[in-house]
């Protein structure tokens, strides 16, 4: 007769062979072939998903070694395939992984080129980039698709960041406009009695407001001009794709005078296009040097209200012009009043490599270099609007 104890012990070994079986599985799908002998064989949909990952995976990528399993050759439709086959059996995250490794351990840009590879990618903000880059050399019948492909990324990325933009923007415009003699309806009394705590009688414990401070009415005036000045280095692709969407986005606002520059040796300035971001992004040209002095130089003339302007540069600071030109240009819109925001990356990934040693200068003018999030850049924009301490809100990038 089986106790229950037995049972217990009888069900606690199948389980722990399911499990075994399962890490055992993992692993094999982890190593590859050479781990087969020692990890047993795959079937079904695993042995497809374990193809796909040796397609990109086995051999050392562009060399071609002899361990390669698989391959996506040279063939677009063999490419194709196999971007269906990855979509099929992995979350779109690990997709946009993958699509990225094959882009770059196989050699896969030029494919980039045909239509039917457009199809079958998953989009995101980095093959927008690499789309981008190669918007010259790209054929006619290319272009309608990767056109499609980029605005299917625009689209996704307004739907994330537009609303809390606008909202994080408004607000900090009406903290901004002040008013001493404000009608009730108008009073923030949480700045009210901060002004007035010390008239707090104890007696009757309460303060005695002696200077209300209340919200400016809503205008629809142009209450402040954003200049977003941005490298369109290589190493700034996904920079680029944000601060595309983000300059329409803020363009879309009437209290905001929004323009757009872009740069490597050359400017160029967007702010006629940003009724449509797709076009903003299309008019970009990633690659190249770098004068960000004569970028700021280009920006100074755009900034007519200095004491109401915002100028944001987004670089990594790897200046091929002139250097003590480009930090005395900086030096002279703060002196005037421009708030001044240097964004080393406006992206998911972090600050990349940039130039320490003008970082450090500009830090000097009191200037902080930092990296900014997607999802954080309406809080900066929010603080520069209301002349925060933007020192205080670049430590708090560099404790993550």
């Known amino acids: 007769m089986t106790t229950p104890t037995d049972a217990g012990q009888e069900g606690g070994a199948r389980s722990g062979g399911t499990a075994d079986r399962e890490r055992l599985r993992r692993w094999r799908l982890l190593l590859g072939g050479p781990a087969e002998e020692a990890c047993g064989g795959l079937s079904g949909g695993d042995a497809a998903m374990d193809g796909a990952l040796a397609a990109l995976y086995d051999g050392d990528g562009e060399g071609g070694s002899s361990r390669r399993s698989a391959g996506l050759g040279g063939s677009a439709p063999r490419v194709a395939r196999w971007l269906g086959d990855i979509r099929q059996y992995f979350p779109s995250t690990v997709v946009q992984v993958m699509q990225a490794d094959a882009i770059e351990r196989l050699n896969l840009t030029r494919l980039l080129l045909e239509p039917e590879m457009l199809a079958a990618v998953e989009p995101d903000v980095h093959l927008v980039g690499t789309l981008l880059s190669l918007n010259r050399v790209m054929p006619d019948q290319t272009k309608e698709a990767a056109r499609q492909v ?3 990324v625009v689209e996704e990325l307004e739907r994330r960041i537009a609303q809390q933009t606008r909202a994080a923007v408004t607000g900090a415009l009406n903290r901004a406009t002040r008013i001493n003699r404000p009608r009730h309806a108008d009073i923030d009394w949480d700045r009210t ?6 008239h707090y009688q104890r007696e009757h414990r309460t303060v005695i407001p002696e200077r209300l401070v209340g919200y400016g009415r809503r205008t629809t005036a142009v209450q402040r001009d954003v200049v977003l000045c941005v490298d369109q280095s290589g190493s700034m692709a996904a920079s680029v794709v944000y601060s595309g ?12 005078r929004t323009s757009l520059v872009v740069f490597d040796t050359a400017v160029v300035d967007l702010t006629d296009q940003l009724s449509d971001p797709v076009e903003v992004l299309f008019g970009t040209q990633l690659g190249g040097g770098t004068d960000i002095n004569r970028a700021i130089g280009y920006s100074q003339q755009l900034i007519t209200r200095p004491r109401d302007s915002i100028f944001v540069l987004i670089s990594d600071l790897y200046e091929g012009g002139v250097r003590e030109q480009m930090l005395r240009r900086v030096a002279e819109m703060t002196a005037a009043g421009v708030q001044v925001v240097v964004l080393l990356a406006l992206s998911d990934e972090g600050a990349p490599s940039y130039d320490r040693v003008n970082a450090a200068a500009l830090a000097a003018l009191g ?9 954080a850049f309406p809080d900066l924009m929010a603080a520069a609007i209301e002349r925060r301490d933007l020192v205080a809100f670049a430590e708090r990038f560099a404790d993550r």
């Open 193 to 198: 009695i901060r002004a007035n705590l010390k």
């Open 367 to 375: 200037v902080p270099a930092f990296a900014c999030t997607p999802d």
């Open 150 to 152: 980029v605005r299917r």
């Open 245 to 256: 969407v983000f300059a329409a986005v803020l363009a879309s606002m009437r209290s905001l």
